[in-house]
């Protein structure tokens, strides 16, 4: 009974600390966007979506690829135990809230997959971070690996609809609907393309006009600008 209740709270901690990593990405995420927003006055993240695989889920995957049946080897080996799916609007946007997760001073970049500029065979896109991050409980510090997964609107409709296409056919999708669902990918990798190059051409224009504000503003204001331009002439 007691080597029962000891496994019982053992399996609990181990839960508990995917739980508490997921709570501590999730509030980094936060931090960043509102700092994004205050900073630049853009928010780079549509949504974000995090879970904890089930224990039939990681059993599986166990079972599956191998492992051994306990604890310190499935921390080990199955590091996909806590995920988070971040969806940002462009491109540019996955990369660089990829580099600021990465350049947080308590998160280590454990695995780095790059399925944007390396698509997967069936067309798959998206950006997969396997981060190992610190969990401070009441007797002790645990690493702990979360994988966070970065992907644009498009991405996320493609990846959601070929699930939902494998669900239903039981994972024996014809092969028609599946050279169909990687022509649809490399439509939505166009459309990406297609957005940032329309974002970038706005927000050149948006940079230019608040400039010329900005001069404009000097020049009415009390700020002698031809005076400081003489200034900095004679140095």
Same mark, same amino acid.
């Given at each position: /009974? ?27 995420? !936060?931090?960043?966007? %509102? #700092?994004?927003?205050?900073? &630049? ?12 695989? +089930? ?14 049946? *306990?604890?310190?080897?499935?921390? #080990?080996?199955?590091? %996909? ?16 809230? +990829? ?19 390396? $698509?997967? $065979?069936?067309?798959?896109? *998206? ?27 498009? /991405? %996320? ?5 070929? &699930? ?5 056919? !039981?994972? #024996?999708? $014809? %092969?028609? /609907?599946?050279? #169909? ?13 297609? /957005?940032?190059?329309? &974002?970038?051409?706005? *927000? ?5 006009? &608040? ?5 404009? *503003?000097?020049?009415?204001? +009390?700020?002698?600008? $031809? ?9």
């Amino acid at each position: /009974m007691k080597e029962l209740k000891a496994l019982k709270v053992e399996l609990t901690r181990f839960i508990m600390a995917y739980k508490f990593a997921l709570d501590e990405m999730n509030t980094k995420i !936060n931090i960043l966007k %509102d #700092e994004f927003n205050y900073i &630049h006055d853009y928010n780079p993240i549509e949504h974000v979506k995090s879970r904890i695989k +089930s224990p039939e889920s990681i059993f599986k995957k166990v079972y599956r690829k191998g492992y051994d049946f *306990s604890l310190p080897s499935i921390k #080990e080996n199955v590091r %996909d135990i806590a995920g988070i799916r971040i969806t940002c609007s462009f491109i540019s946007d996955i990369y660089e809230l +990829s580099k600021m997760i990465a350049g947080q001073k308590d998160v280590r970049v454990v695995d780095y997959k790059d399925y944007i500029k390396n $698509p997967k $065979p069936n067309g798959y896109q *998206s950006l997969h971070l396997i981060l190992e991050i610190p969990i401070f409980m009441s007797d002790r510090e645990e690493l702990t690996y979360v994988e966070v997964q970065i992907r644009t609107i498009a /991405m %996320d409709f493609w990846a959601s609809l070929e &699930h939902k296409i494998y669900y239903k056919y !039981n994972k #024996e999708v $014809p %092969d028609r /609907m599946i050279a #169909e669902l990687k022509d649809a990918a490399v439509i939505a990798a166009e459309l990406d393309r297609k /957005m940032e190059r329309l &974002h970038k051409e706005v *927000s050149d224009i948006k940079q230019a006009e &608040h400039e010329k504000e900005e001069l404009l *503003s000097l020049n009415n204001g +009390s700020f002698n600008l $031809p005076f400081f331009e003489q200034l900095l002439q004679r140095k």
